[in-house]
């Protein structure tokens, strides 16, 4: 059975960092290129950072010097540094591969970002 579980959001300030965690179960993760995505209120959910198993990693444009991937492939997570938040970054995050598989997305961790 694919699972997602995602952790680590909450309320934080604009200009603050957060650090949110993904464990993944049910695939042969190693081999498989991760991706975190967002969904802020309304709108799609969209891609904001990939990784590949080689750790090749790849930013939308939004995030790009802030935001940064990383995998550990010995404990099937995947990670998702986020500095200088403003509030536009104020969203429900979310990990699954890239492309994701559709019907195994997690509850997602949500991130505000407020004053």
């Known amino acids: 059975q694919v699972q997602f579980v995602e952790s680590g959001g909450g309320l934080v300030h604009p200009g603050e960092s957060r650090r949110l965690s993904c464990a993944v179960s049910?695939?042969?993760?190693?081999?498989?290129?991760m991706g975190w995505y967002r969904q802020a209120q309304g709108g799609a959910r969209v891609v904001v950072a990939t990784?590949?198993?080689?750790?090749?990693?790849t930013y939308a444009d939004a995030v790009k010097g802030r935001f940064t991937i990383s995998r550990d492939n010995t404990k099937n997570t995947v990670s998702l540094e986020m500095n200088n938040l403003s509030p536009q970054d104020t969203a429900v995050y979310y990990c699954?591969?890239?492309?994701?598989?559709?019907?195994?997305w997690g509850q997602g961790t949500q991130v505000t970002v407020s004053s």
């Open positions: 049910g695939i042969t993760f190693r081999i498989r290129t």
């Open positions: 699954n591969q890239n492309p994701p598989l559709a019907s195994n």
């Open positions: 990784i590949s198993p080689s750790d090749a990693t």
